[in-house]
């Protein structure tokens, strides 16, 4: 059975920095693709960063690029999202979503598979 379960999240300070990691069951990550989504309140959710299943592509919203990396750790099962430079405007739920897809896709709809969310929040 499929499951996605993230980690990580909490309270930081402008300028800080966080490690979320998604930790997956039931599939390979060799052949799914993960993406990392967020959603601040009131507000849609959004693609964040996505690696591909079949070569390991990235990709990275505008709006974080140079501040967070995605990583995958195939004997781990787990896909680690790096935040760095965080700013308030990073604040929301953040999502890991799976897909049996070859590439990456920034829209939550083309995702089969989703976790609970853990919450970032960037505050002083």
């Known amino acids: 059975q499929l499951q996605l379960v993230e980690s990580g999240g909490g309270l930081v300070q402008p300028g800080g920095s966080l490690r979320l990691s998604c930790a997956v069951t039931g599939i390979s990550l060799d052949y799914y693709t993960i993406s990392w989504f967020r959603q601040a309140p009131g507000k849609e959710r959004e693609g964040v960063s996505c690696?591909?299943?079949?070569?390991?592509?990235?990709y990275y919203a505008d709006s974080v690029k140079g501040r967070f990396t995605i990583s995958r750790n195939i004997g781990l099962s787990t896909v680690d999202l790096q935040l760095n430079g965080l700013k308030p405007e990073d604040t929301a739920v953040y999502y890991c979503?799976?897909?049996?897809?070859?590439?990456?896709?920034?829209?939550?709809?083309?995702?089969?598979?989703w976790g609970q969310g853990t919450q970032v929040t960037v505050s002083s």
């Open positions: 690696i591909s299943g079949g070569d390991s592509s990235t």
């Open positions: 979503a799976a897909d049996p897809r070859p590439s990456c896709s920034e829209y939550e709809a083309e995702y089969t598979y």
